[in-house]
């Protein structure tokens, strides 16, 4: 955690406050952490997560893919968020009650207390079939945790950042995954450099979705795989890749990126 802090600190002291009730305005974030934390990688690649998300996500799509990678500096004085349901980015649609299109991870970079705005958690809201717009703070109970700690809620879940009445900053990463045939939060193929891209292991290139995301989602020019288009493979055709449903068994296989025969 000291380490993805030391990495992120540049871009984080960079960054403006926010500049709405929603992100805060005490509250500073930065993104592309993938291009920015070598360290960030390895929590975002864990597979415990990735063992989790195989049962979360994966009845509902053949992969799942990164949706944003955030830091998220909460600093003194910072008011709490409101209640809110992540699921809404995708324009409110409204999902059948149990479907989850995405699931989210709250790292504490930080310790998190409730004095320093621990994120408040609805617990069981995403069993709510209803989609109250204002759900009352009360109901939420602070998910406190040491530093090193990870927070997962579905994107179903009534949740937000909490205030924080203390003299420190409560630092969380907040990395989501969603069903591969969603548009991602963060643009993950603008957010990392392509030189970055090139060096980083096959397993975490296709969670950011340098894989189709289903059968005919998300190929190159002649129906090309985002990843031999990536190393410049330009003779492989997809439809002679073998289409590998998620990146988990890829992490296990090969860290490293290999074009397959033709
Ligand atoms: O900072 C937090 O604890 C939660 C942030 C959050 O839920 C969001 O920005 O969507
Ligand atoms: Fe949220």
């Known amino acids: 955690m000291d380490r993805i802090a030391e990495e992120l600190e540049p871009w984080l002291s960079a960054a403006a406050p926010g500049h709405s009730d929603f992100v805060g305005h005490a509250t500073r974030r930065t993104g592309a952490l993938i291009a920015r934390s070598p360290t960030a990688r390895t929590l975002i690649t864990d597979p415990t997560i990735l063992s989790v998300l195989d049962l979360a996500l ?46 989210n991870m709250m790292w504490a970079v930080s310790d998190f ?6 994120t408040r958690v609805v617990v069981g809201s995403h069993m709510w079939e209803e989609n109250p717009p204002e759900v009352d703070p009360a109901l939420a109970s602070a998910a406190e945790m040491p530093k090193g700690s990870v927070l997962l809620y579905s994107g179903s879940i009534y949740h937000g950042g909490g205030a924080n009445t203390t003299e420190v900053h409560r630092v969380g990463m907040n990395v989501g995954y969603t069903l591969g ?42 129906f090309m795989e985002p990843l031999d288009w990536l190393y410049g493979n330009r003779s492989i055709h997809a439809d002679s890749v073998v289409y590998r449903r998620s990146a988990r068994r890829l ?11 033709v």
Request: charge should be negative.
């Open 251 to 261: 992490l296990r296989k090969s860290e490293r990126y290999q074009p397959p025969a």
């Open 58 to 103: 994966a009845d509902h799509a053949s992969t799942y893919q990164v949706d944003l990678t955030q830091m998220i500096d909460l600093g003194p004085g910072e008011t709490a968020q409101a209640i809110h349901r992540d699921r809404w980015t995708f324009d409110n649609y409204p999902f059948p009650p149990g479907f989850e299109a995405e699931i």
């Open 181 to 222: 045939w969603l548009r991602q939060e963060e643009n993950q193929y603008l957010a990392c450099p392509q030189e970055i891209a090139r060096e980083l292991p096959e397993g975490l290139l296709r969670l950011m979705g340098y894989q189709r995301g289903a059968f005919a989602l998300g190929y190159v020019d002649d």
């Open 113 to 118: 207390t409730q004095a320093m705005g621990a």
